[in-house]
């Protein structure tokens, strides 16, 4: 377990190097300059000084390598289009709203959508196996923007339900995090629905049976047990998913996290605020994935952990 992990991390180590390489200089690479965007004329004395606040008057690999070595040291640098406010502040001050609209919407879909599964996977009534189904099949045909944008019409506008702006009250987070979830409640019924009625006619469920086991029994102790792998397998590029989904769920809802804050600073162009998001969201990527493996691990000792 140990050499597996370490194995993983250094993997991950590996990818963030490259991932920071790519979004380094495809930024640079791509035409334009993150100064004198807004229609304000800009003397070319300001703009020597600003190029050469942010090493922008250097050669691409000196730059590169200027900000290899401070993000080594923790040091993402400055926002350019915010000056005196460092990458790290602006990330710890949006990540709580993100990670806790993320962590609601993880739960809901997990409750609704192994509720939804399992249902289906035991169900003998055809209609009630049609609609959940149906269910599924428009949740994932719907892009979530969509399907934030008709939430918000109905049960915000027309019915005036819930709130469509921050996250003040809970209340506030309702919508959000149904918008967020609906996807992942499709996957995750269709994962449980398949994975259960596969488990349910295995040999040893039929052995389970003839020794007198009560059926609930035999669901949940032989059951569901064995059919949750896919799930727990899923739920690292599920996290990883809702962390990135919230991108655009987070600008509809006005809600100040680092989902929104990253569509702001590619608008803006400001070089080092990309550059700290994306090492973090690839992170999260990679922690949340290792997560899911050890615990799939955990719940089934037979699985060997390679890398």
Partial sequence: MIKFICKRLLAGILSLFILATITFFTMRIIPGSPFGQEGIAMSPQVAEALNKKYALDKSLPEQYLIYLQNALQGDFGESIKRPGMDVTYIISRGAPSTIKLGFYAFSFAMVVGLTLGIISALTKKRWLQGIITFIATLGVSIPSFLMAMLLMIIFGVTLKLFPLVGLNTPKHYVLPTISLAIYPISVITRLTRSSLRDVMNKDYITLARSKGSKELVVIIKHGLKNALLPIVTYSGPLIA??????????????????????????????YTLIMGMSIFFGSLVIITSLLADIVSAIVDPRIKLKV
Avoid: A, H, K, Q
């Fill in 241 to 270: 998913y809702l962390m990135t989904g919230s991108f655009v769920i987070e600008s509809l809802f006005s809600i100040p996290g680092i989902g929104s804050e990253f569509v702001n600073s590619i608008t803006n162009r400001d």
